[in-house]
């Protein structure tokens, strides 16, 4: 886990703390995969969402932010000398909002385009999400040669803001963990495996 110290976070630590919570998450998806399609279309309340539903959420957004993150590494110039990040005040924001602090989350109005409820899913939902997570790792480990303060994405809410890459990163590692902890307490009825995910793999 990174600390950051006046305000700043060291680059290396930064995304390796994150390629950690990815490989986690991935690990726990993979433990969801053996569950029957129809434990994992199941909905626990009318408008709850399904365990499938939960990883499509996750798929609209790594549609969004995966080609842009790779549009803005490979439209700027590596930064050996870059080792520090500085959050940005906005990005923070949106990183506390998102984050799962001691269990907990702060509930969010889901844009209609991205509530995948209802949607006509199957177990290929898994595989594309898998997919992304490898494609994400790869992304992380190219952007430790990047200045991660000075790069800047645009993001799904609005045009009007963009994120300095290294929240845009913090932002979908932890929007990845809160979705698939969801997914995970809806599983836990079906699947003890849920219940002992190691912290580090």
Known sequence: MYKIINMQI?????????????????????????????????????NAWSILECIEHLNRYGDFYLPEIERQLIGSR??????????????????????????????MKTPKEMDPIRSDLAITTIDRFLKQQERLITLL???????????????????????????????????????????ERYAAVYSKELTTVPHTI
Do not use: C, W
């Open 10 to 46: 060291e680059r290396n630590l930064l995304i390796d703390d994150l390629i950690a919570r990815i490989k986690r998450a991935t690990f726990s998806v993979n433990i969801l995969n053996g569950l029957s399609e129809e434990q994992l279309k199941h909905r626990n309340q009318e």
């Open 78 to 107: 590596p930064q050996p000398g870059a080792e520090m990040f500085k959050p940005g005040i906005i990005g923070n924001y949106f990183v506390g909002v998102i984050q799962v602090k001691n269990g907990k989350v702060k509930k």
């Open 141 to 183: 480990q190219h952007a430790k040669r990047m200045d991660l303060t000075k790069t800047r994405t645009a993001i799904s809410l609005t045009k009007m803001i963009k994120l300095r890459l290294g929240d845009t990163l913090r932002f979908v590692v932890y929007h990845i963990e809160r979705h698939i902890a969801q997914a």
